[in-house]
């Protein structure tokens, strides 16, 4: 009857327990990447010995449980993991590609129109050569042009100081989770291989991880003692519980350094992303501008300069300058000493005619052989329209494939570790029913000792 | 297969979400009247609206370089009109001064008219657009010059171009020096008419014949100056043709494709909304299926 007793309080103990996970499941239905737990009973071995050689069968003791299973594939983590450092590469790129199109990827308003206005200003000069309102329109329009190439260099600038200020910004971020995770895997260790539960501290690590590999392109590498190694392509971030620190050198280009050694290290994710960026993957913007700001200046320079102005001066150039950065209308040139005539002249409109012309030329060189002009400023512009709007529209699309990817690792995920209210439910109902039935073995084991102790031996009394 | 509550709430939201980036980017091209945010949306497009955009800037400047010759050549041709007229005029008065029955006082009077026709011509020859001599080349100022009785000819035999379409460059003014004649040696235009009227004065038959033959040759040469403006004219009429055919087609490329045709917008907008709509009441499904409502 004893054995009852203790049976029947295991039950009762089991499903109380059991009733506090779903609890705690159905609480966390909302958490980011909860992972659901659930108690392992296992019915509770005979004692044996106690009674000897008497050939009573051995009956159990009722239920242990025997654990707090974390329901949880490592398979399907490491593959999140996995997609994540995939997107956050893929969504700096596209964050990047789309702030250049955001800036110089216009089609109205843009450096093609300031080109074009410059043109015109020219075409009209030819026709009045000697009034002062066209030869200052010129100038405006020339100024207007150095501005619009000049901006368009500070843009990129812009974009590029941001990128470096985010690399910053998340190589904190990426130093302060592996610190968390250093603490959370010695806590892990702490608790484990005894009865503790350690499920929602793993969860909370997975959740650092997945930040880590998307910041990072972090791995994991669980060990038998609970912890896990945090490796990133650079070397181990995290073992044990001692993390380690990276930091950005001042560069440029920044490079990623282990902050104790100062030795090269490596990270994918947003940051490697970024640093790819930041080492060079301007440069070739930077070059199509100064080959634009270039082309433009030297053609236009040859002309002015072999043309007279209204006091007979010729050699002067329009443009000064060594790129897209520092064009300049030159700081000397007045309205009446814009070139306009080819022989002299004030009413000569014939220089101002044929750098009109330039409109038509091809005077701008390809990045592939950056000394041989090949294209009119316009199509050079339209070129580099297509290509910073191509980068972008690219790396969205990358980055809306990637999204469907990690949606379907998501479901899978749900799948395995995902709270179903429903199932919660249902398990709540098959507890409580347990704890019922454990409650009602107790009530008659009870009832049986009364018996035992108010009813026998009263015979006859 | 389990689906967790979060999966289905979570891809709910992303529906959601997608449908309602989809309303925004419909309803943002309707307000802007452009289906290119940035090069990002269409890079094709926006490569070849840039192309056009300048192509349209370019054919402007050939609009106006034409609009600014023809006014050009319109001035020049009224004056070489008129000193047409006046020539033939001329050319009858010396035909008149010959009739043998004419007394000195009517002879007299032709000369002076001669040199009145001389001197309107000299006022023609300077006839200017916007300030500028129409025979004068680069001059800016007076090109045919009289002084006691001699004219001289000030202006510069530069053709004043403009481009009026890439490939056709158009003399704008006309030259003044080959028109008047100041390329003979002394027989210009205005030497010949005073010559005319001292040799009218004088009675030299033989003279004013000689001097109606050389009048002759400076009245063709004015009168195949006519011609000439006549088909630069008709070329820069043609030429502006082409501009504004070019301007409407690359005008009608660059609308197909960066303008919004509102009625495929306005359609594809309330696709949209219909879409938003289902996702919607999806989700408020979602919610509506629980074991709560069936558990006491």
């Known amino acids: 009857v004893i054995d009852g007793l203790m049976i029947g309080v295991n039950g009762l103990l089991a499903a109380q327990r059991s009733l506090d996970v779903v609890a705690h499941n159905l609480a966390n239905v909302n958490t980011p990447d909860y992972a659901r737990q659930r108690v392992v009973l296992k019915e509770a071995p005979p004692v044996t010995g106690f009674r000897p050689g008497q050939g009573a069968p051995a009956y159990g003791m009722g239920v242990v449980i025997q654990g707090i299973e974390l329901m949880t594939d490592r398979f399907v983590e490491a593959s999140i993991r996995e997609q994540k450092s995939h997107m956050g590469s893929l969504t700096a790129t596209a964050d990047l590609a789309t702030r250049i199109d955001e800036v110089l990827g216009r089609t109205d308003g843009g450096l093609g129109d300031s080109v074009s206005r410059f043109w015109g200003a020219w075409d009209q000069l030819a026709l009045t050569p000697e009034l002062m309102a066209t030869r200052n329109g010129v100038l405006e329009a020339g100024q207007d042009l150095a501005g619009a190439l000049r901006e368009a260099k500070n843009m990129i600038d812009d974009v590029v100081a941001e990128a470096d200020f985010r690399l910053r910004d998340q190589v904190d971020e990426i130093n302060t989770l592996a610190e968390q995770v250093a603490r959370l895997n010695g806590e892990i260790m702490s608790v484990h291989g005894r009865q503790g539960v350690a499920g929602d501290l793993i969860t909370e690590r997975y959740r650092l991880v997945n930040r880590l590999s998307e910041l990072a392109g972090a791995s994991l590498q669980v060990n038998d003692d609970g912890s896990a190694d945090v490796l990133i392509p650079g070397g181990m971030l995290v073992g044990g519980s001692k993390a380690s620190q990276i930091e950005v050198t001042t560069g440029p280009p920044a490079e990623i350094v282990w902050s104790d050694t100062g030795l090269p290290s490596a990270t994918r994710g947003s940051t490697g992303a970024i640093r790819d960026a930041l080492d060079g993957g301007f440069d070739d913007l930077y070059e199509r501008y100064d080959l634009l700001a270039n082309g433009i200046r030297t053609a236009v320079n040859a002309l002015h300069a072999a043309g007279t102005d209204l006091d007979g001066t010729t050699g002067v150039d329009f443009f000064t300058g060594t790129g897209a950065g520092d064009l300049e209308v030159n700081a000397a040139l007045t309205a009446r000493g814009v070139a306009a005539s080819a022989s002299g002249p004030s009413a000569d409109g014939n220089q101002a005619v044929a750098i009109g012309s330039l409109r038509v030329q091809a005077i701008i060189a390809d990045p592939s052989d950056p000394t041989t002009p090949v294209a009119t400023a316009s199509a050079s512009i339209s070129n580099l329209v297509a290509e910073i709007g191509r980068r972008a529209q690219s790396a969205e699309r990358r980055v809306e494939s990637a999204t469907a990817v990690g949606a379907d690792l998501e479901v899978r995920r749900g799948e395995i570790s995902g709270v179903s209210v429903d199932e919660e439910l249902t398990d709540m109902l098959r507890f409580q029913r347990a704890y019922e039935a454990s409650a009602r073995v107790l009530t008659s084991m009870d009832q049986m000792l009364d018996t035992l102790i108010n009813r026998v031996g009263v015979v006859g009394r | ?296």
């Open chain 2, 1 to 296: 297969m389990r689906v967790g509550d979060r999966v289905r709430y979570d891809s709910g939201l992303n529906a959601l979400r997608d449908t309602q980036r989809q309303v925004d980017r419909i309803q943002r091209q309707i307000t802007s009247g452009s289906r290119l945010q940035s090069a990002g949306d269409d890079p094709t497009g926006a490569a070849a609206v840039t192309r056009i955009r300048d192509g349209l800037a370019e054919l402007a400047s050939y609009e106006r370089n034409i609009d600014d010759a023809q006014a050009y050549l319109g001035v020049g041709e009224i004056a070489v009109t008129s000193a047409s007229n006046v020539l033939i005029r001329a050319q009858s008065l010396a035909a008149q001064s010959l009739n043998a029955g004419l007394g000195a006082a009517s002879r007299d009077g032709i000369a002076l008219e001669l040199e009145g026709i001389r001197d309107q011509l000299v006022a023609l020859a300077n006839t200017d657009y916007l300030g500028r001599p129409v025979f004068g080349g680069y001059a800016t100022s007076a090109v045919a010059v009289a002084v006691d009785g001699t004219v001289t000819f000030e202006g510069t035999t530069d053709g004043v171009q403009r481009r009026i379409s890439p490939s056709e460059v158009m003399t704008a003014n006309l030259n003044g020096e080959e028109v008047f004649g100041f390329d003979t040696a002394g027989d210009d235009v205005f030497a010949v008419l005073q010559r005319l009227a001292d040799q009218v004065r004088a009675g030299d038959a033989d003279a004013i014949r000689a001097e109606s033959v050389k009048l002759n040759e400076r009245t063709v040469t004015v009168q195949n100056m006519l011609g000439t403006l006549g088909s630069r004219i008709g070329r820069l009429e043609s030429a502006r043709t082409v501009a504004q055919d070019q301007k409407l087609s690359l005008d009608a490329r660059r609308a197909a494709i960066e303008d919004v045709d509102l009625a495929t917008a306005a359609t594809e907008l309330a696709a949209a909304n219909q879409a938003y709509e289902a996702t919607l009441l999806s989700i408020a499904r979602i919610d509506s299926m629980s074991l709560l409502d069936f558990l006491r």
